[in-house]
């Protein structure tokens, strides 16, 4: 069996191996005076050579320079040239093995270092326990044990003897890391964890699978099934705090560990791993199903009153007959009147005679019904539903408990009424209720009648508390997601601690009013500039009639050769298979050795099968139809690489590989230089088994669907992508696939449509230090906010809005700077946070100063929109790769209709990601091979300018054969290591 390794090959390459960049050589082998005198104490050029290569390679790594090992050319010559010797003769240096010991020997006395002992040894393995007690990352671990090495003076073991110190302080820290978990729990409730993997026959399958599978679809009996999971593990009895006795870094191990172990393989463990797991699992299962049914309870009653609305549109449109019989008779009514009056005559004899007093009699009660139908409350049409609420509100109140900032919340109070009238079996309520959180209208529909009405108050209370619990105003004991919002954020404390170090590197100073007075001057001169800019026409592309901005739409800018050429660069593509392709982008970047295992962290051995399940998870087709579908891949073996190497971290590590090395292709920088990006949602639908998932948002038409919501850099280089519902906004995750990424892309300005702008995502660009650019719909409808009275501004009197309220961004700017921090150190997602502060329908008064600082940052931004036409071209320019983008997208994912089949997030999201991957790797091959193209067609003779070439496109995929039947680890024939382009026989021309 090989032996295991616990480096990846690039850290063990940045640890251990001599570096040659330059900034290295400078900082690790500058040669002091004392070290030129104590080289030249060696007689011969090679002897006094080595003796200096030696000497570097001792400090930094830090270890003795093996025999026969020749280090980079570049550090050779660095160390040669300060000494006056010639690179070439270290060849020779050390043909005896006596001089290099001897030479060792001496500089061991000379740096004050000596060979590692048994006591350093020892130091080194306590240090990378404690690493290993915080992080399964071998890095990590091997890190620690250089640094201890180094600071007790000893040379560095062989790399081998290092990984297995590494590997036995990291089985060290799993063993403590599992002991303490399950110290203490009796004998009786480690039974009752070993149970959870046995069938049981009451729900016909293990009781660890059957928590694990809840349902996510919103349904009444989904969300009962959730409380009667809750319910059910804790009766289990596993205090949640056991997780404080284990470093956050090993309890995140423990439970990837956990989510993809099967309960058939957890059997296998010993007892201790076993029950440690199960613990771990158990705790954040808790947390999840509670999340959940939070989440499921907030999407039912959501979806309740918007079943309310549509039932109230079908009646009208069901009474339209009568509404015009109605409506007919009014008229006629009116007009014998109206004759009646003219001629003088007795307007009820008239009437009568004309109309029909009984005619009308009849008609009163239909309009009564009509006109109660007509201005009936959505609360009146929701409350019809009673019945089918009630299945799940029982169960959901009486499963958790509810907390709240404000001392005794009427909504608190009205909850713990109704648990009690639900589990004494009351139909009515009692005399005195808590009416406090309730509207004014919602008051006087539920009391406007003889007996306050039930049904309404307990709809109408269970409405309240979805809209706190979405704004985080009301949350629930033992759930992640529906905390305060303070306890998303970084702790107070270490905010607090960098703010006094300055340490907070946000777009702004900690001096709010000194921001807010160099601001204040900025968009004062730029819009009286503006202003006079728009009198005099001065503005490019931009006119203003009857005092209103207007913008002239930008036009495309891609010259028709660029076309020609695009379409004449792709037929010279090679044809290719989808399954050589990935296997070709994996020989370049090595993208497919980020899945490693969730325990090991090894590599994947089949790599085949890996980039299957890729494939599986980008083109729709799941991995048993992949398996069915390819040759020498089992379905076994893909289902063992997604289960045990496939997770949202690795997706995010492999996505960075091969964005990381599409960023740094030659080519890619004709593009952009990496520091712009963009965002979009693509809509898919949902199939009939995932419809209870998918949402409706009639933008896309009725069908129930999801959206993949991806971002791009300006080099066609994807790094984000998720899953998010089709009715939320976009402008809540716009700064999502900024920060839960791995590449190496520095993104300072990011372009999105109107649905990813909001004035919150505004005041958060500048907090953090990029820049916001949307493309905004409706421009000449949005205000300036300023700090002046909008009359000094007369020539845009129609664009000036609201002033800005500095008093309450100041009030609020360390809470402002709190939020930005949070985001920057990766302490908290971002669409958290913006979801909850525009779910509020009162507004707390963060979410006001962010609008505030927002509105400013939205007005310079609108400013600079009028002013300059390269915005505006820049703009559109990353939209539109974007959009192109969505095309080759479409085209992977083209399996079961492109329809969406997995009920579950995590499911979509793993279908995301790895659409993204593909796209990425279809992107970065295609880069590849449109160079390789591009130097054929200079080599011939032609003049292709960058400036065409950088609207060329790599998102063609005609060459690429994405279906049928799929081969793997097939064996092509490629000269220097490429497949040949195609090149059409050259056109003889007549003179």
Not at 131 to 156: P, Q
Not at 493 to 506: I, N, P
Request: net charge positive; aromatic share 6%; charged share 25%.
């Amino acid at each position: 069996m090989a032996r295991r390794k616990i480096l990846k090959a690039q850290d063990r390459r940045e640890l251990f191996d001599i570096p040659a960049d330059e900034d290295s050589l400078i900082r690790h082998y500058s040669l002091s005076a004392s070290d030129r005198l104590e080289i030249d104490l060696r007689r011969r050029e090679h002897n006094k050579l080595g003796f200096a290569v030696q000497l570097c390679v001792m400090r930094h790594p830090g270890r003795v320079l093996a025999a026969g090992e020749i280090p980079p050319r570049a550090m050779l010559k660095y160390v040669a040239d300060q000494i006056g010797a010639d690179p070439t003769a270290f060849t020779i240096y050390a043909r005896r093995e006596e001089t290099r010991r001897d030479h060792i020997a001496r500089l061991m006395i000379y740096l004050g270092v000596r060979s590692a002992t048994a006591q350093d040894r020892r130091a080194g393995l306590l240090s990378a326990i404690e690493a290993a007690t915080m992080s399964d990352s071998g890095a990590s671990i091997v890190n620690a044990i250089v640094a201890t090495m180094r600071e007790r003076g000893a040379l560095l073991p062989a790399v081998e003897i290092i990984e297995r110190m590494a590997l036995a302080a990291r089985a060290i820290a799993r063993r403590r890391a599992e002991t303490a978990l399950i110290d203490g729990l009796t004998p009786e409730k480690l039974l009752a964890l070993d149970k959870l993997l046995e069938v049981d026959a009451a729900v016909g399958q293990t009781r660890f699978h059957w928590l694990r599978s809840a349902p996510e679809a919103p349904a009444a009996s989904n969300l009962v099934g959730l409380t009667e999971r809750i319910a059910f593990l804790r009766t289990l009895g596993i205090d949640p705090g056991l997780r404080a006795r284990v470093a956050s870094g090993r309890w995140d191990q423990m439970v990837r560990e956990g989510n993809a172990t099967p309960a058939w393989l957890a059997n296998d463990f010993n007892a201790s791993r076993r029950h440690a797991l199960i613990v771990a699992q158990v705790i954040k299962l808790g947390e999840k199903l509670t999340d959940d049914a939070v989440t499921m309870f907030i999407k039912l009653i959501g979806r309740l009153f918007s079943q309310a609305h549509s039932r109230k549109k079908r009646r009208h449109m069901d009474q339209r007959t009568d509404t015009s019989k109605a409506l007919r008779m009014f008229l006629d009514t009116i007009t014998a009147l109206q004759s009646a009056n003219d001629r003088g005559q007795d307007a009820l004899e008239v009437l009568d005679q004309k109309v029909g007093w009984h005619r009308l009699l009849r008609m009163k009660p239909e309009l009564a019904a009509m006109v109660e139908d007509n201005e009936a409350s959505p609360l009146v049409l929701a409350a019809e539903q009673y019945g089918g609420v009630l299945k799940y509100a029982t169960a959901f109140l009486a499963t958790f408990t509810f907390r709240s900032a404000r001392r005794h919340d009427s909504l608190l109070t009205a909850i713990a009424m109704l648990r009690r009238l639900h589990s004494e079996g009351r139909r009515t309520l009692p005399e005195r209720v808590p009416t406090s959180h309730l509207s004014p209208t919602d008051r006087k529909l539920i009391f406007g009648q003889q007996k306050p009405d039930r049904r309404l108050y307990e709809i109408a209370t269970l409405a309240a508390l979805r809209e706190r619990l979405r704004s985080a105003d009301i949350w629930v004991e033992g759930s992640r997601s529906f905390r305060p919002i303070d306890d998303h954020l970084m702790p107070r404390s270490t905010f607090t601690a960098m703010k006094e170090e300055d340490r907070l590197g946000l777009g702004v100073g900690s001096d709010g009013a000194a921001w807010l007075n160099e601001v204040m001057q900025v968009l004062d001169f730029n819009l009286k500039r503006l202003a006079y800019r728009a009198r005099a026409g001065k503005l490019k592309g931009v006119r203003l009639e009857a005092g209103t901005l207007i913008v002239t739409p930008t036009v495309g800018d891609v010259p028709a050769a660029a076309e020609e050429l695009n379409a004449e660069i792709s037929e010279m593509y090679p044809l290719v298979e989808v399954p050589d392709l990935l296997r070709e982008v994996h020989d370049w970047t090595g993208f497919a050795d980020h899945f490693t295992h969730v325990r090991t962290g090894d590599a994947p051995r089949n790599v085949s099968a890996m980039l299957a399940g890729i494939l599986a998870d980008a083109t729709n087709l799941g991995p048993k139809r992949m398996a069915g579908a390819s040759k020498g891949i089992s379905a076994h073996q893909i289902g063992w690489m997604r289960t045990f190497h496939a997770r949202s971290e690795t997706y995010r590590a492999a996505q960075a590989c091969i964005t990381d090395a599409h960023t740094g292709h030659p080519h890619s920088r004709l593009w952009g230089n990496g520091t712009t990006a963009s965002s979009d949602g693509q809509f898919f639908r949902v199939s009939d088994r995932a419809a209870k998932r998918g949402d409706v948002n009639l933008h896309y038409g009725s069908e129930p669907g999801s959206k993949f919501y991806s971002h791009l850099s300006d080099q066609y280089g994807y790094f984000s992508i998720l899953p998010i519902s089709p009715t939320e906004s976009e402008a809540a995750y716009v700064l999502d696939g900024l920060f839960d990424q791995d590449t190496i892309l520095d993104i300072q300005e990011h372009f999105t449509d109107t649905g990813g702008a909001s004035d919150h995502v505004f005041g958060l660009f500048a907090l953090i230090g990029k820049r916001f650019a949307p493309r905004l719909r409706n421009l000449k409808d949005r205000k300036f906010h300023t700090f002046e009275k909008g009359d000094a501004y007369p020539a845009l009197t129609n664009h000036i809005g609201a002033p800005i309220n500095t008093a309450l961004i100041l009030d609020r700017w360390d809470d402002l700077l709190h939020l930005a921090a949070s985001i920057t150190t990766r302490s908290v997602v971002p669409s958290t946070i913006l979801k909850k502060l525009s779910a509020s329908p009162m507004e707390s008064q963060l979410a006001k100063a962010l609008r505030e600082l927002g509105r400013i940052e939205r007005s310079l931004f609108m400013i600079e929109w009028y002013s300059s036409p390269a915005l505006r071209r820049r703009c559109q320019a990353g939209l539109n790769k974007g959009e192109a983008a969505h095309k080759l997208k479409r085209a992977v994912f083209f399996h079961e209709r492109g329809e969406i089949r997995d009920r579950s997030f995590e499911s979509q999201a793993f279908r995301a990601s790895g659409l993204n991957l593909v796209v990425s790797a279809i992107v970065h091959w295609n880069t590849v091979y449109l160079d390789r193209a591009v130097t054929h067609l200079k080599r011939d003779g032609r003049n292709i300018p960058d400036t065409l070439l950088k609207h060329v496109s790599p998102l063609s995929w005609e060459h690429i054969n994405l279906t049928g039947i799929y081969t793997w680890d097939t064996e092509h024939q490629m000269p220097e290591g490429f497949r040949s382009l195609r090149l059409q026989a050259p056109v003889r021309r007549v003179a």
